[in-house]
């Protein structure tokens, strides 16, 4: 057994699923590509919300407004005091929990074993149910709104944008039949009445382009929140698995082997432009399709995990540590490219991504060379 445990979190977990080479990159600190506005409101919201005091508050918000390029310092700071204003408004409206910590990093060492699982949880206590029994309750913070909700309001604005695509594929394939219709009247007659033909032939054919011209753009916005939905379907169970992740630590490190109360807060807001269309959006899907699902909160959700779901979770993420280790030990690991590369923290060091981005651009100038990755000051250990 090595002296010094090889650690992971979910994190390390979930980019090793979805890309070999983003673990290793992960793993060995190679640096980042500039993060997004979002990601960098997103843990300066985590950070200064988990500290009562302002000044301290205040110096986090400075340094995370540094990290972003000069023309989004002004936005994200405004951003960031919104979301922590959120965060702290949450806290106060929350059941009461008992000796609540905050960004709290924790540590299990596996038994028997050199493997050892991290994690960080925003908030974890003690909730009490109506029968004052205690339970343990982990929350995650997240910006933006509630995944479930947004999978609730894409799902109707899909069935109305696939019924209105539906609509106008039937009306080009009319116009289609009656071009049809006349190119064939016209090829069997000639002289003036064939000239009276294709006259209402070429009326119909601009009537046939303007019509596929609709049709298409319809399935572009069918295609779109296709795509969004698809998204929020993700970023839902990620939520999920995180705190999953949380609570199966955490079940280890309390020794607590009973059911724990998970919950996921979002900081985004509905504006009240939006509000206004969602009641439009349900109104227009309750006249086609009838009543819609309920409305999730927009603000979070909750779910329970139990131990024995955990021990069979565990199992799983065990298994996938040795290939892990050997990735880390040889520098060496498979890229997988796609659409998830665009959310990668280290696209722009990744040659497999740069010569995916030449190939999709028509050039395939740029060798599939994989580089070892160059490591940074330090190595990951947790
Ligand atoms: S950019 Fe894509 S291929 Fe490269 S490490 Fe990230 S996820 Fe993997």
């Given at each position: ?144 709104l509630n995944p479930d909700w ?116 979002f ?29 999730p909160?927009p603000n979070g959700f ?81």
């Amino acid at each position: 057994m090595s002296k010094k445990p090889f650690s992971v979190s979910e994190s390390d977990f979930a980019a090793w699923l979805v890309c070999h080479l983003r673990y290793l990159y992960r793993s060995i600190g190679v640096k980042k590509s500039q993060p997004s506005l979002h990601k960098v409101v997103g843990d300066a919201t985590h950070e200064a919300a988990a500290e009562e005091d302002a000044t301290v508050r205040e110096a986090i918000v400075a340094k995370h407004v540094e990290r972003l390029p000069e023309e989004q310092r002004a936005e994200g700071k405004v951003m960031m005091e919104a979301q922590i204003k959120r965060a702290d408004k949450h806290e106060e409206d929350e059941e009461p929990v008992i000796g609540q910590e905050k960004e709290k990093l924790e540590r299990w060492r596996v038994p028997g074993t050199d493997r050892e699982f991290v994690m960080k949880s925003d908030k974890i206590g003690w909730g009490v149910d109506d029968l004052n029994r205690q339970h343990l309750r982990i929350t995650d913070m997240k910006s933006g709104l509630n995944p479930d909700w947004l999978i609730w309001k894409t799902k109707m604005e899909l069935s109305i944008a696939r019924m209105n695509l539906a609509r106008l594929e039937k009306n080009r394939n009319a116009v289609a039949s009656r071009v049809s219709l006349l190119e064939e009247e016209a090829a069997k007659h000639s002289g003036s009445q064939k000239v009276a033909l294709e006259k209402k032939l070429s009326y119909q054919l601009d009537v046939l382009d303007k019509e596929s011209a609709k049709t298409e753009e319809a399935l572009i916005v069918v295609k779109k929140l296709a795509a969004k939905l698809s998204r929020s379907i993700r970023k839902f169970e990620r939520v999920r698995t995180q705190l999953f992740f949380f609570a199966m630590v955490a079940e280890q490190t309390r020794d607590y082997h009973h059911a724990s109360q998970l919950v996921a807060q979002f900081l985004g807001e509905v504006t009240r432009e939006e509000r206004a269309n969602v009641e439009q959006l349900k109104k227009d899907y309750q006249k086609h399709f009838g009543e819609p699902q309920r409305e999730p909160n927009p603000n979070g959700f909750e779910f329970w995990y139990q131990p024995e779901m955990g021990a069979e979770a565990l199992e799983r993420y065990l298994e996938q540590i040795p290939a892990m280790e050997e990735a880390r030990e040889k520098r060496d690991a498979e890229a997988t490219t796609g659409k998830h590369c665009f959310d990668c923290d280290y696209r722009d060091s990744c040659p497999a991504f740069q010569a995916w981005q030449a190939a999709r651009n028509g050039s395939n100038l740029i060798a599939l060379t994989v580089k070892k990755p160059e490591a940074g000051k330090q190595e990951k250990t947790a």
